[in-house]
């Protein structure tokens, strides 16, 4: 992995006598896209304006890019669930004004980032006149038009349909890939952060509990079906030989947490007189780690 760009160390953030962030560190290298998922009110939108600058943690050192792709550019693109745009104006004008501030890019790289997030800048509809999922994605391209090094987003699909979800995700995929923009994102939709996120950190009470990683490779339950219920019982005295943890599902299907390849589980098995009708390797999804994380705290 290429060096982290954003670093996160021991960050806690109280309010009163309520720590809504405890403990929290991280870091995300350049290119890649990590999620941020918890329980309403576990810290997600505060870690997020930590990272942005616009609060300050109460302990914790935080370090971010100072300057983006762009000489003199912003560091960080920021997308917050509800974004301020001047609702007279079209989503060009609003771009334009806000590029004006710092003068750093042109008014073609303006029309280049919304038309990335599928807008067209030659529009003269007014912002007023927007759906809320246009606003995201005019937020979405007001956050990208400087070439930032690190993209926050905070709820980023809200206010979308499935067409506008999934273009989004391929948009995000591309800024990390192709410009190899770090992108930090905190949303309440945990299939579309698994199919987007390199590693997503699940969040509770203030504190980073576990870390999903698409790439892990670790052991994962494999589900074995056998033929009948006598298949069963000489199953589960293998598994007690072996030592192993298992969990019986049906009268004839046993899940069984092993790391062992496949095959070589097939053959020992099939030395051991079993007779396996099926079986399946399945990795648990996000959704499955969440729900686990909030109901039995593991």
């Not at 920021?78 to 501030?101: C, D, Q, R, T, W």
């Amino acid at each position: 992995m290429n060096k982290a760009i954003v670093t996160v160390k021991n960050v806690g953030k109280v309010y009163g006598s309520h720590w809504a962030l405890k403990d929290i560190n991280l870091e995300i290298a350049p290119g890649e896209i990590v999620g941020f998922v918890g329980p309403n009110g576990s810290g997600k939108t505060t870690l997020i304006k930590i990272m942005a600058g616009l609060i300050t943690p109460t302990e914790g050192i935080v370090n971010v890019p100072k300057e983006g792709l762009i000489p003199d550019s912003a560091g960080i693109g920021l997308v917050m669930e509800s974004a301020p745009f001047a609702a007279h104006l079209s989503g060009y004008k609003n771009l334009e004004l806000l590029a004006y501030i710092k003068n750093v890019i042109s008014a073609n790289e303006i029309r280049q980032a919304i038309q990335i997030v599928g807008l067209d800048p030659e529009s003269g509809k007014k912002v007023g006149h927007y759906s809320f999922g246009m606003r995201q994605r005019l937020a979405l391209a007001q956050a990208i038009m400087e070439r930032p090094r690190l993209l926050l987003l905070d709820e980023p699909t809200n206010g979308l349909d499935a067409q506008a979800i999934i273009e989004l995700r391929d948009t995000l995929k591309s800024l990390a890939k192709e410009n190899g923009i770090a992108i930090f994102l905190a949303s309440h939709l945990l299939t579309e952060v698994e199919n987007v996120c390199d590693r997503v950190l699940m969040v509770k009470q203030g504190k980073i509990r576990k870390t999903f990683n698409k790439s892990d490779n670790g052991r994962a339950p494999v589900i074995v079906q056998t033929t009948d219920a006598s298949d069963i019982e000489k199953l589960l005295i293998w598994l007690k030989a072996h030592g192993l943890t298992y969990q019986v599902l049906k009268a004839n299907e046993v899940s069984i947490d092993i790391d062992m390849p496949v095959p070589q589980l097939v053959n020992s098995l099939v030395q051991a007189n079993v007779n396996i009708e099926g079986i399946i390797k399945k990795a648990p999804t996000l959704e499955e780690e969440f729900i686990s994380l909030l109901i039995k705290g593991e």
